[in-house]
């Protein structure tokens, strides 16, 4: 697609249930990103994708939260037994190849947490 | 590891004016440099990065970046600010030739132009 596309764009849920969050990166990008931005707090970065692989999952909060890609395209962000404190934005970017390009940033996951 | 400050969590402008958006940076090597801008309920839009080359950087909509190495500092400005420039400013960084090391981001810097 012409732009990073991820959904649902808000998300309710009650504390304890899983969701997950979908990021459809532009065709052809081979890096994918996640990142949390919550009130205050920036962006905090939480694992990337090269291809299918994530060699960094540094940024993952608890074991509460993975993620994953298949085919080197879409990939799925999952949130166990969800905490208030989970509640943030949840952008993903894409990137191709090249290093000299920034990241194109999705609109982002509006999760609340009740 | 890298970092980066954006010292104002807040900055006023009013419309016409000059405005400047600070940020400075800690990273091993040389960097790359980014400036994104965020408007409400909209994912971060990139705006300009810093490479190599001329220190000062042109961008998007007027925005305009200086990197100053001695001071380790990428500073965004603008000679006349817009009402329409009011969102949020993030800086970010991350080492160059550095594969797919993610950029982190600073806390980001609301920037209110006034009419």
């Known amino acids: 697609g012409a732009g990073v596309s991820q959904s649902p764009s808000n998300k309710v849920t009650e504390k304890g249930k899983d969701v997950e969050l979908r990021c459809d990166p532009i065709s052809g990008h081979t890096a994918l990103y996640w990142y949390r931005q919550s009130l205050g707090q920036g962006l905090e970065f939480l694992i990337y994708f090269q291809g299918n692989s994530a060699p960094d999952k540094s940024g993952l909060p608890s074991d509460r939260f993975s993620a994953e890609r298949t085919g080197g395209s879409v990939s799925t962000l999952t949130i166990q037994r969800t905490q208030q404190e989970d509640s943030a934005v949840y952008l993903c970017a894409s990137r191709p190849a090249a290093q000299q390009y920034g990241y194109t940033f999705g609109s982002g996951t509006r999760l609340t947490v009740v | 590891a890298q970092s980066v400050a954006q010292p104002e969590d807040q900055v006023n402008v009013a419309e016409g004016n000059p405005l400047t958006v600070k940020c400075t940076y800690s990273v091993s090597g040389n960097p790359y440099l980014f400036w994104y801008v965020q408007y409400p309920n909209r994912g971060l839009q990139f705006l300009l990065k810093y490479i190599t080359g001329d220190n000062l950087v042109k961008g998007s909509y007027g925005f305009e970046a200086e990197f100053n190495k001695s001071q380790t500092s990428f500073h965004l400005k603008k000679p006349s600010a817009l009402v329409s420039d009011s969102a949020l400013y993030f800086c970010?960084?991350?080492?160059?030739?550095?594969?797919?090391?993610?950029?982190?981001f600073g806390k980001g810097t609301r920037l209110s132009v006034i009419a």
């Open positions: 970010a960084v991350r080492p160059l030739n550095s594969g797919n090391t993610p950029l982190v």
